[in-house]
T-cell receptor
Framework: AQSVAQPEDQVNVAEGNPLTVKCTYS??????LFWYVQYPNRGLQFLLK??????LVKGSYGFEAEFNKSQTSFHLKKPSALVSDSALYFC??????????????FGPGTRLSVLP | DVKVTQSSRYLVKRTGEKVFLECVQD?????MFWYRQDPGLGLRLIYF???????EKGDIPEGYSVSREKKERFSLILESASTNQTSMYLC????????????FGPGTRLTVL
C-alpha cells in the first residue's frame, strides 16, 4: 500500500536561512509527487509537483523540491525563508499503477515556523 | 481563476442532528473529494466521486454519505452527527488526467456538541 511520511512534526528556521521540509514515500509503482501548503483556517494550496524528467522541480513562492528515487524522497526546499512561509506543509503521492480516489495519499503534515 | 467553494466556514451542530456540507466547483472537473483533517493525522479521504451520481468509499466512510446530482456540486451528509465527527472538512476537485493536482476549498470547521 502506498504511504507518505513526513518525519518532522515541526521545523523551525530563522528568516533568511535555507529551509527543508522532508518527505519520504512508499508506492508500488512510479509515483507522482506533490507539495501543498495550508495557511491558518484555509484550504490547501498547490505548490509544485513531480511527474517525470528533471529531478529538481520549481514551484510557487520560490519553493523547489528534489525527487530522489533511490532514497524515495521528495524534500521541499527554499534558499531563503520568509516569515510569511510559516504554515502547514503536506506532501502527497499518487501511485500511477492504481485507479480511484484512494490512489492519492497525503502525509501527516509538517508545521514550519520561520522566526524573525 | 479556479474556484472550489464550501457552503460554510464554521458550523456548530448538536449530537444527532443531520448535517449537510456543500461543495461547488467551477472548473468542470469530473472528480470531487471529501476529506477530514485532524491534527497529526493529515487528510483522510471520506468519499470521492468520479462522475455525476457515482461515488466510492474512501478510508473512513462510516457515519457519512454523499450526493452528487450535478457535476459541479458534491455534498457530504452526516446522518446523525456525533462528537467524534468534530473536525475540519475539506472538499477538493480534480480534472481527469493522471498528472492533475487537486484544488481545495477553504474548509468547513464543524463542531458537534
Amino acid at each position: 500500500a502506498q504511504s507518505v511520511a513526513q518525519p518532522e512534526d515541526q521545523v523551525n528556521v530563522a528568516e533568511g536561512n535555507p529551509l527543508t521540509v522532508k518527505c519520504t514515500y512508499s508506492v508500488s509503482g512510479n509515483p507522482y509527487l506533490f507539495w501543498y501548503v495550508q495557511y491558518p483556517n484555509r484550504g490547501l494550496q498547490f505548490l509544485l509537483k513531480y511527474i517525470t524528467g528533471d529531478n529538481l522541480v520549481k514551484g510557487s513562492y520560490g519553493f523547489e523540491a528534489e525527487f530522489n528515487k533511490s532514497q524515495t524522497s521528495f524534500h521541499l526546499k527554499k534558499p531563503s525563508a520568509l516569515v510569511s512561509d510559516s504554515a502547514l506543509y503536506f506532501c502527497a503521492v499518487r501511485d500511477r499503477s492504481l485507479r480511484g480516489g484512494q490512489n492519492f495519499v497525503f502525509g501527516p503534515g509538517t508545521r514550519l515556523s520561520v522566526l524573525p | 481563476d479556479v474556484k472550489v467553494t464550501q457552503s460554510s466556514r464554521y458550523l456548530v451542530k448538536r449530537t444527532g442532528e443531520k448535517v449537510f456540507l456543500e461543495c461547488v466547483q467551477d472548473m468542470d472537473h469530473e472528480n470531487m473529494f471529501w476529506y477530514r483533517q485532524d491534527p497529526g493525522l493529515g487528510l483522510r479521504l471520506i468519499y470521492f466521486s468520479y462522475d455525476v451520481k457515482m461515488k466510492e468509499k474512501g478510508d473512513i466512510p462510516e457515519g457519512y454519505s454523499v450526493s452528487r446530482e450535478k457535476k459541479e456540486r458534491f455534498s457530504l451528509i452526516l446522518e446523525s452527527a456525533s462528537t467524534n465527527q468534530t473536525s475540519m472538512y475539506l472538499c477538493a476537485s480534480r480534472g481527469t488526467g493522471v498528472i492533475n493536482e487537486q484544488f481545495f476549498g477553504p474548509g468547513t470547521r464543524l463542531t458537534v456538541l
